[in-house]
């Protein structure tokens, strides 16, 4: 498959590339020139399928016959030509290159070359040359609509990119920097670096809450955080009643901003008549995974007067872990009493309130 319909990070190639033109708010058209036989593959895209104001032109035999189809049904007095290889050129670069368009008729992002050069043969190095004044070059490449339209109706073929052709026209070609990161997806090697590069510009870091209180009623032990507590009385609710792993289930709801317990498991649904509240934060815990997000840390308090917690949190911490799918040195169980003030001081219920880190990446 051409390798811009490839995924990367989750994502077709050509798909990021439209999104950051779209994003940079510059374009006020976007044209893709594409190969007639990828019409099938271009149905794969999900920015295609969802917006209609892209159009679509087929290219022809030579990258300038593609480019000259292109250019043909640009309307603004300015034009930046891309290859779609580039996912991760920046909405900054793009504002760069239509700046710089102002005052240059034709303008290039490049990079110095910075590393040594080398010819080689047969593996062996055969001369040095000299980097001095050497650029590496990349796209966007910007130009005056009607002079770069000229240059290629001009141009007698065989060009090896834009530049080329414009500078054949006489047209003068302005060096702006280019950026580390735009990198041109070529080899196998390049989709992992390129993955990398792109999941850390989307990193989504967030916290979710969660509160809940249960009321003592009959019984002779009490759930928490997975763990069964003997005590002179029990906790009453429609499932088990474990408020730890409620407080914590509901954290990764909020932090997901996907509600709440109750709203995923109704309380007036026999379904869930005693149940074993793992299955709700099983469910969050898949839900994050759903949305791309995987849990980093949770801490969970408890808040009563009795039973006495501190026992029985590293079991609490160990249940937890394997339920979550994360290891105990992420996860914070501790108690604290309410200094005999309230409802919990008054042993009628026991509070819980807990924090959930979730991270897309
Ligand atoms: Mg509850």
């Given amino acids: 498959m051409p390798k811009q319909f490839r995924t990367v990070a989750g994502r077709m190639v050509l798909d990021w590339t439209l999104e950051a033109f779209i994003r940079c708010d ?6 893709l020139v594409h190969n007639p036989e990828d019409r099938a593959l271009l149905e794969g895209s999900e920015i295609l399928r969802s917006r209609t104001d892209i159009q679509r032109i087929e290219g022809g035999a030579t990258r300038a016959a593609s480019v000259r189809a292109g250019l043909s049904v640009v309307a603004s007095p300015r034009v930046l030509i891309h290859d779609a290889a580039r996912p991760l050129v920046s909405p900054s670069l793009i504002g760069t290159v239509c700046d710089a368009l102002s005052t240059n008729v034709g303008v290039v992002p490049a990079l110095r070359v910075t590393d040594a050069l080398w010819r080689g043969h047969d593996g062996r190095v055969t001369e040095a040359e000299d980097r ?125 901003g996907e509600g709440d317990i109750g709203g995923h498991f109704p309380p007036d649904d026999p379904r869930w008549k005693g149940s074993a509240s793992e299955i709700f934060l099983r469910h969050a815990v898949s839900l994050a995974d759903d949305h791309g997000f995987r849990l980093t840390h949770v801490d969970c308090t408890l808040i009563c007067e009795n039973p006495k917690i501190g026992p029985y949190a590293f079991d609490m911490k160990i249940k937890m872990s394997k339920i979550m799918n994360l290891s105990t040195s992420c996860i914070s169980i501790k108690a604290t009493t309410s200094e005999r003030l309230g409802f919990a001081g008054r042993e009628e219920g026991i509070a819980a309130i807990a924090t959930a880190t979730l991270v897309r990446a």
């Fill in 132 to 256: 001095e004044g050497l650029f590496r070059a990349q796209t966007p490449q910007g130009f005056h609509t009607d002079e770069i339209r000229a240059a290629h109706i001009a141009h007698p073929g065989g060009a090896a990119d834009d530049v080329a052709v414009a500078r054949a026209a006489g047209l003068d070609v302005a060096i702006v920097p280019g950026e580390g990161t735009n990198l041109k997806i070529t080899i196998p090697d390049d989709f992992d670096h390129a993955a990398q590069l792109l999941i850390e510009r989307r990193m989504d870091i967030r916290t979710g809450n969660g509160f809940d209180v249960h009321r003592f009623g009959d019984g002779d032990h009490v759930m928490l955080c997975g763990v069964r507590i003997p005590h002179g009385r029990g906790l009453q609710g429609h499932s088990d009643a474990d408020v730890g792993m409620h407080a914590v289930t509901d954290a990764i709801y909020g932090g997901l």
């Fill in 26 to 31: 510059r374009a006020r058209q976007i044209v």
